[in-house]
Every structure is written in C-alpha cells, then in structure tokens.
C-alpha cells in the first residue's frame, strides 16, 4: 500500500506532462494546417470556381489532417520500439526503497497512441479547416 502511495505523485506528474503535450500537439497540429490553407489559397479558389462545396474542401483539409496526424502517429510508435522493455528506477526518501519501472510497449499501447494521435490531429485540423471552407473565391484567388 505505501508504495502506491508513494507512485502517485510520479503517476500525477505523468498525467500532467501528458495533458500539456496533447495541448502542444494540437497546436503544432493546427499550425501546420494553417500554413497548408495560407499556402494553397490559390488552389482553394481554384477549386470553389471548379464548383466544389464549401463542405468539400472543409472534408479535404480535414482528411489531410486525419493523415498527417496518422502518419505521426505510427512513426511515433515506430521510434518508441527501441525502448520496449527498457527498466529504470527511482529512489525513494520516504522508504529508503527504490521503485523500478519497465516500459512496456503493447500493440493495445500503440494503437491508443495512433487513435490519440488522430483525435488531436483532428481537432488541430478543424479551425484551419474551416477558414479555408469560409474562404471566398474573389478573396482566395487575389491572394495567390
């Protein structure tokens, strides 16, 4: 029981970097994507004079997103292999004990890490998305 106790603080620092890395990734998520819509605004015109639907290019830079984040996502989980089975430790001033972690890596791990990857690739996607739907073509075509 003490040594649960005593792994909470380390469990609570995890979550928290975890949550501050996801917010950082949705950002990096959404950054890029804005940069695709600011550099491709003569194609989006081109495309809304071609006849395509607001709905259409908001799905089309949604899809690119939904890819770039699953193609981050499995090179992530590609990179992280190397340390499967990697042991550390860590010392405890409490019980003079030291706690050993193995980093396990399972294929039910990486594919929460890949499904993670999507939603806040998707979600990094969606403003950007939305501004190239919102584009109008006079304002889209002047800016090539």
Known sequence: ASQTAAAMPIQALGIFVSIIMA?????????????????????????RVLGFSKPGILFSFLIEALLL???GGILG???VLP????????GSFV?????????RITPAIMLTGI?????LGIIGGLFPAGAAARKEILTALKQS
């Not at 089975?85 to 860590?90: A, K, L, Y």
């Not at 019980?95 to 980093?103: H, I």
């Not at 499904?115 to 939603?119: R, T």
């Open 23 to 47: 917010i950082g990734s949705s950002f990096a998520a959404m950054n890029t994507m804005y940069a695709a819509v600011a550099r491709r605004s003569a194609e989006i015109g081109t495309l």
């Open 77 to 79: 989980c590609l990179l």
């Open 83 to 90: 340390l499967n089975d990697f042991t550390t430790g860590i």
């Open 69 to 71: 984040s699953l193609l």
């Open 95 to 103: 019980t003079f004990s030291e706690f050993t972690f193995n980093f």
């Open 115 to 119: 499904a993670f990857a999507v939603v």
